[in-house]
Structure formats: structure tokens, C-alpha cells
């Protein structure tokens, strides 16, 4: 798999919320086609803008990309339409699962395809697919998504964003209020569509230990910055990263 041609890169981004909050500043990074890259720090350090920011969601919160870049295979996309962005494979999957309650399993997941306009037996081969991967869901197919559990919810959440034909899925919090065992088998099934299917991840998850041990890469966000980079076998042997999450660097480690 090629890891060295950048699918995705963020230059710079300062991101403001009506037009005051400055949420995101002096943000560059990049995820490399075929990587799965984490971005790591504590609630409010600037992971879920910034991934709002790559799919141009931030707007939908009245937020805007006030300085820097994005470029998304090799184009400038900084302020592309969501769904033009997503129809090029751009896709992003919010915190929170947003699953249509009312509207079966099944249902969802095919809401995912909308914009791609195919035929309906292309539709269900790209069912196929997914199932292959959510069994469980396959089993649920029926049943509305509301009275899903919170992993079922997440697996939807993510085979949704499947049928729209990613190159990139930007994944917010996907272990929130999630058991640990459901949170490796949704780990699991990235890393299967990560080596089998080719597609590349940008992950903000605060559950440390999971996320470096299937990533490439990863950033650690603090106050809306980026303080820290490496390999995630490098991340992992660091002995103070938990210490972004906590608040409790020494001061004399700031100086």
C-alpha cells in the first residue's frame, strides 16, 4: 500500500466560530493515502474542528476556515461544499453516531449512496459489502435505528459513510460511551477497510491506548494546537501523553 503521497493535507488553519472564537490556530498536518492517522488531546483541544474543518461541516456551526488551507488529493478544497467533497470521496462520520431513528438499518445505510445516483443493483452489492464487514448489521436490517445499542449505532454510523465510496473518512470520538469490546471490534473493522479496501483514515479519539495501537501516525492537539507528532509506536513509548488528557505537565516542562 502507498503511504507517502498525501491524500489529505491541512496547512496553517486558524478556525473561528461567529466570527470571535478562535477554536483552531496554526494547524498543519497530513495523513498520507492509505494511512490511519489519529489525532489525539483532551475535550476541547480542537480535534473534532479540525476534522469539521477538512469536510467543510465547520460552516453548519457558524464556523469558517479564516487562514491556511486544505488540500484534498492535491487540490484546494478549504471551502468545497460538504457534499461535493463527499461525493469525492471526502466523507465524514460525526460524533454522536446521527443515526435517521425512525428510518430502519438498512434504510440508513442506503441514505449514504444518495449522491451517488447508481443503479439499484449497484446499491445492493454495496449492501453486500458493508454487511460483509457489520454482520450484525446485516441481521438488523430491518429493525429502526433508534432502538439499535450505541455499537450498533456506531457500525451504522460508519457503514453509512461506506456506501458513499470513500477515499477518506474522517472519524470522530468513535469509542464514545462505548464498551471496550465493542470499541475493538469498530477498530478492527477500520483496520480491515484500512488494509483490504484501501481507505484512508483521519481519526479524533481520546481513548489512547486503542487508537495507537491500529494507527500509522498521530498528532496531539492542545488548546486548539498541534504540540506534538510522531509515529504511533513513538507516541506510545512517550511517558507523559496521558498528561495532555489530565492538564497536569509540570510547569517547568512548559517553560
Do not use: W
Given at each position: 500500500?502507498?503511504?507517502?503521497?498525501?491524500?489529505?493535507?491541512?496547512?496553517?488553519?486558524?478556525?473561528?466560530?461567529?466570527?470571535?472564537?478562535?477554536?483552531?490556530?496554526?494547524?498543519?498536518?497530513?495523513?498520507?493515502?492509505?494511512?490511519?492517522?489519529?489525532?489525539?488531546?483532551?475535550?476541547?483541544?480542537?480535534?473534532?474542528?479540525?476534522?469539521?474543518?477538512?469536510?467543510?461541516?465547520?460552516?453548519?456551526?457558524?464556523?469558517?476556515?479564516?487562514?491556511?488551507?486544505?488540500?484534498?488529493?492535491?487540490?484546494?478544497?478549504?471551502?468545497?461544499?460538504?457534499?461535493?467533497?463527499?461525493?469525492?470521496?471526502?466523507?465524514?462520520?460525526?460524533?454522536?453516531?446521527?443515526?435517521?431513528?425512525?428510518?430502519?438499518?438498512?434504510?440508513?445505510?442506503?441514505?449514504?449512496?444518495?449522491?451517488?445516483?447508481?443503479?439499484?443493483?449497484?446499491?445492493?452489492?454495496?449492501?453486500?459489502?458493508?454487511?460483509?464487514?457489520?454482520?450484525?448489521?446485516?441481521?438488523r436490517r430491518k429493525s429502526l435505528a433508534g432502538y439499535t445499542s450505541g455499537g450498533e449505532q456506531q457500525m451504522i454510523a460508519i457503514g453509512r459513510?461506506?456506501?458513499?465510496?470513500?477515499?477518506?473518512?474522517?472519524?470522530?470520538?468513535?469509542?464514545?460511551?462505548?464498551?471496550?469490546?465493542?470499541?475493538?471490534?469498530?477498530?478492527?473493522?477500520?483496520?480491515?477497510?484500512?488494509?483490504?479496501?484501501?481507505?484512508?483514515?483521519?481519526?479524533?479519539?481520546?481513548?489512547?491506548?486503542?487508537?495507537?495501537?491500529?494507527?500509522h501516525y498521530g498528532y496531539v492537539l492542545e488548546s486548539g494546537r498541534v504540540v506534538s507528532e510522531g509515529s504511533a509506536e513513538q507516541l506510545a513509548?512517550?511517558?507523559?501523553?496521558?498528561?495532555?488528557?489530565?492538564?497536569?505537565?509540570?510547569?517547568?516542562?512548559?517553560?
Open positions: 500500500m502507498t503511504m507517502n503521497v498525501p491524500i489529505l493535507q491541512i496547512d496553517d488553519i486558524e478556525v473561528l466560530y461567529e466570527q470571535t472564537i478562535l477554536a483552531v490556530h496554526s494547524v498543519s498536518l497530513e495523513v498520507a493515502k492509505g494511512q490511519v492517522v489519529v489525532l489525539l488531546g483532551a475535550n476541547g483541544a480542537g480535534k473534532s474542528t479540525t476534522l469539521k474543518a477538512a469536510s467543510n461541516l465547520v460552516r453548519a456551526e457558524r464556523g469558517e476556515v479564516v487562514r491556511g488551507r486544505i488540500v484534498y488529493q492535491g487540490r484546494e478544497v478549504t471551502h468545497s461544499a460538504p457534499h461535493t467533497l463527499a461525493a469525492n470521496g471526502l466523507v465524514q462520520v460525526l460524533e454522536g453516531r446521527h443515526c435517521f431513528a425512525q428510518l430502519t438499518v438498512e434504510e440508513n445505510l442506503l441514505a449514504g449512496a444518495l449522491a451517488r445516483q447508481v443503479p439499484r443493483r449497484q446499491l445492493l452489492a454495496d449492501l453486500e459489502l458493508v454487511y460483509g464487514h457489520f454482520s450484525r448489521l446485516k441481521l459513510a461506506l456506501m458513499a465510496k470513500p477515499q477518506l473518512v474522517l472519524l470522530d470520538e468513535p469509542s464514545m460511551g462505548l464498551a471496550p469490546q465493542i470499541v475493538e471490534e469498530i477498530f478492527e473493522i477500520v483496520r480491515q477497510l484500512n488494509q483490504h479496501d484501501g481507505v484512508s483514515f483521519l481519526i479524533a479519539e481520546q481513548n489512547i491506548n486503542v487508537a495507537l495501537r491500529y494507527a513509548a512517550r511517558g507523559d501523553l496521558q498528561d495532555f488528557y489530565l492538564g497536569t505537565r509540570a510547569r517547568g516542562q512548559e517553560a
